[in-house]
C-alpha cells in the first residue's frame, strides 16, 4: 500500500508540473499548482539538506565514540559546525563574525584547494601518458597545449595568426564535442525524468 | 587594520599553509584544514537555510486565512516527516516527502532540459551549417558531424552477427571513432579551463601570502 501512495504522490506532483509547463497558457491553474508544489520542494530539500548535515554530524560522533582513526578530525568537524551555526542562528548570516568566517575560513580553503589541483592536473597529466599513450591521449593532450598556448598570456605578446588559428580551430572541435556532450546528457536527463514520471524508477523508497 | 579582519587574514594565511602542505602528502595539516573547512562549510549552509529559507517562509505563512495556512503548512509537515530517515525503523515516515521531492525534480529536470538543452542546442547544430558561403557550410558540417559523432559513441546499440559476436552497425562505428576525436579535443580544452582557473588561484594565493608577510613586517 505505502509502495502505491508513494509511487502516486511522485507521480502526480510530476505530471501537475509537467502540465504547469507546457500548458500555462491555456489553463493558468498547472501554472499556479506548478509554482505551489515547486515552492513545497524546496522547503523539503531545504530539510533533506538539514538532514544531511544532521546524518554528518552522527557519523563523525560515531566515529568519535569508537574511537575510530580519524575522530579526532571529526570532532574538529563538529565542533567548527556547531559554533558557526549557533553564531548564525543567533546573529544572522549577515553579521560580521559569519563574514569572518567566510574571509578566514570557506574562502582561503577553496581557493587553496582549487590552487593545489594546478599542481595535481600537471602530475594527472604526466601519468595519463605513461600509463595509456594512445592516440586519445595524445590529441587530449595536445588540444590542452595548444589551447593554453593560444590562450595565455606569453612574455612576448600574442603571436600573429597563430593563436587565432588554434583558438578558432579548438573552438569548431571543441563547441561540436560539448554540444554532443550537452544533448547526450539531456536525453539523459529526459529519460531518467520519464522513468520515475512513469514508477518505473523509485528512488524515494517505494520498491 | 580592524581586530576581527587581522585575526581572519592569519586564520587564512595560516590554513592557505596547511592546504599546500598536501604537496609533499597527505599531511594531518592537510586534514584539519579540510576538516575545519566543511565544518564552517556546513555550519553556515545550515544557518543559512534554516534563517532564509525556513524561518523566512513560516514568517510569510498567511496567519489570518485557515486555508492558505494549512496549504502553507504542508510542506513544513512533510520536512518534519524527513527527519525520521536518521532512525531506520521509522524511515518510511519520510518516503512521502521524498516522493514530492523526487517527482517535482523529476519534472522540473525533464522540463528544462527539453526547453534548456535539447531544443535550443538541436537548433544551434542546424543553424551553424550556413549554405550560402563555402566556410560557413564546411565550419558548420564539420560541428554537425562532430555533434553526431560524440552522440554515436555513446550509442551502444548492437546486432549479432553471424559469427556469434556483438557488433554496432559499420557506419555507426565509423561515426563514433570520429566522435572520439572530438570528444578527446573537447576535453582537452576543458582540461585547459581548468588549468588555467586552478593557475589563477594558485598566483592569487600565493600573492595573498606574500601580501599577509608584509603587511607584517611593514613593508
Known amino acids: 500500500m505505502m509502495r502505491v501512495l508513494t509511487a502516486a504522490l511522485a507521480i502526480a506532483s510530476g505530471i501537475i508540473v509537467l502540465l504547469g509547463y507546457f500548458l500555462r497558457q491555456a489553463f493558468p491553474l498547472f501554472e499556479q499548482l506548478r509554482l505551489l508544489l515547486t515552492d513545497w520542494a524546496v522547503v523539503i530539500a531545504a530539510a533533506a539538506v538539514l538532514v544531511g548535515i544532521l546524518n554528518l554530524v552522527s ?5 568519535l565514540r569508537n574511537r575510530q582513526p580519524g575522530g579526532l578530525y571529526g570532532a574538529l568537524l563538529v565542533f567548527a559546525l556547531v559554533i558557526t551555526f549557533g553564531l548564525g542562528l543567533v546573529f544572522g548570516t549577515d553579521h560580521p563574525f559569519l563574514r569572518a568566517a567566510m574571509d578566514a575560513v570557506i574562502v582561503p580553503v577553496e581557493a587553496s584547494l582549487l590552487a593545489i589541483l594546478a599542481v595535481t592536473l600537471v602530475y594527472a597529466s604526466i601519468r595519463l601518458l605513461r600509463r595509456r599513450a594512445d592516440l586519445m591521449s595524445v590529441i587530449f593532450l595536445l588540444a590542452m597545449l595548444l589551447f593554453l598556448i593560444a590562450a595565455m598570456p606569453k612574455p612576448f605578446g600574442p603571436i600573429p595568426l597563430v593563436d587565432q588559428l588554434i583558438l578558432d580551430l579548438t573552438g569548431i572541435l571543441s563547441t561540436a564535442g560539448a554540444r554532443g556532450l550537452l544533448i547526450g546528457v539531456a536525453l539523459g536527463t529526459l529519460l531518467t525524468g ?13 520498491n | 587594520m580592524p581586530l576581527i579582519e587581522f585575526v581572519s587574514a592569519i586564520v ?13 602528502g597527505d599531511t594531518p595539516l592537510f586534514r584539519i584544514a579540510v576538516y575545519l573547512f566543511i565544518g564552517v562549510a556546513s555550519g553556515y549552509a545550515a544557518a543559512v537555510i534554516v534563517n532564509d529559507v525556513l524561518l523566512a517562509r513560516l514568517q510569510s505563512l498567511p496567519l489570518g486565512d485557515p486555508a492558505l495556512l494549512v496549504i502553507g503548512l504542508i510542506p513544513f509537515l512533510l520536512a518534519i516527516t524527513l527527519l525520521a530517515k536518521l532512525f531506520p525503523r521509522v524511515a518510511w515516515l519520510g518516503n512521502f516527502a521524498m516522493a514530492v521531492l523526487v517527482g517535482v525534480g523529476a519534472a522540473t529536470a525533464l522540463a528544462g532540459a527539453l526547453t534548456g538543452t535539447l531544443i535550443p542546442q538541436a ?3 542546424v543553424d551553424a551549417v550556413d549554405p550560402r558561403s563555402l566556410t ?12 553526431a559523432g560524440t552522440l554515436a559513441y555513446f550509442h551502444f546499440g548492437a546486432k549479432r552477427a553471424a559469427d556469434g559476436t556483438v557488433k554496432r552497425n559499420a557506419a555507426v562505428e565509423a561515426l563514433a571513432w570520429v566522435g ?11 582540461f585547459a579551463g581548468v588549468y588555467t582557473a586552478a593557475l589563477t588561484a594558485l598566483i592569487e594565493r600565493l600573492n595573498s601570502l606574500m601580501l599577509f608577510i608584509k603587511s607584517i613586517l611593514g613593508l
Do not use: C, N
Not at chain 2, 136 to 147: D, H, N, R, W
Open chain 1, 59 to 63: 557519523v563523525q560522533m560515531e566515529k
Open chain 1, 194 to 206: 520519464l522513468r520515475v514520471l512513469f514508477g518505473m524508477d523509485r528512488p524515494y523508497g517505494g
Open chain 2, 12 to 24: 587564512g594565511f595560516v590554513l592557505t599553509l596547511m592546504v599546500f602542505s598536501y604537496l609533499i
Open chain 2, 123 to 125: 537548433e544551434a547544430a
Open chain 2, 136 to 147: 560557413g557550410l564546411a565550419g558548420g558540417g564539420v560541428m554537425l558531424i562532430g555533434t
Open chain 2, 180 to 190: 572520439r576525436l572530438f570528444i578527446a579535443v573537447t576535453l582537452g580544452v576543458v
